[in-house]
């Protein structure tokens, strides 16, 4: 049976983050729907370096948006995962069998960290934007899971999931 705590787990791409500091309707709008509706949001630590990496960039929206996400975290109730040395071991893993079967585009490497780190953490779902991620092949990633000891991890869109569960108020005031 699921435990109704680690089923309402929510790991957050580099990119949401990135949208939530823009202020972007449907990324706050998704961040707020599903912290009201119990889902606790969490990012791992490949998400915290490529925002960390991302201060440092030459577009100054991206540093601002970057800075702004770091800078929030604990205010947005958006917590950050770490890893033990042993489940390092997992990640590595992970990542050399997605490499050897090109379930990723090349060069992806921090995108097979984060859907690792996600799994290790025994978070169901990985909410991001990244189309390298979005686009994989889905059964070919559950198999990597699979063969590398970890649950597989959905991945899903902050828009998606907002409009699926973002309804407006159609109450007429009287």
């Not at 969490?42 to 201060?55: K, Q, R, Y």
């Not at 090349?106 to 390298?132: C, H, K, M, Q, Y």
């Amino acid at each position: 049976m699921a435990d109704g705590q680690h089923s309402k787990r929510l790991s957050l791409d580099t990119n949401v983050l990135l949208d939530i500091a823009a202020g972007y309707d449907f990324a706050v709008g998704f961040r707020d729907t599903f912290q009201k509706m119990g889902y606790s949001l969490h990012c791992v630590p490949t998400v915290l370096a490529e925002l960390n990496a991302l201060m440092s960039d030459e577009d100054e929206e991206t540093r601002k948006r970057a800075t702004t996400a770091l800078d929030n975290l604990i205010l947005w109730d958006i917590s950050p995962i770490t890893l033990t040395d042993a489940e390092k071991k997992y990640r590595t893993n992970f990542i050399n069998i997605a490499d050897a079967r090109n379930v990723l585009p090349d060069g992806e490497i921090n995108d097979a960290r984060i859907l690792s780190e996600t799994a290790i953490a025994n978070i169901p779902v990985l909410v991001t934007s990244d189309t390298g991620i979005l686009d994989a092949d889905q059964d070919a990633l559950a198999l990597a899971f699979n063969d590398s000891g970890l649950l597989a991890v959905r991945v899903l869109t902050a828009y998606r999931l907002w409009k699926t569960y973002f309804k407006p108020s159609t109450k007429k005031k009287r």
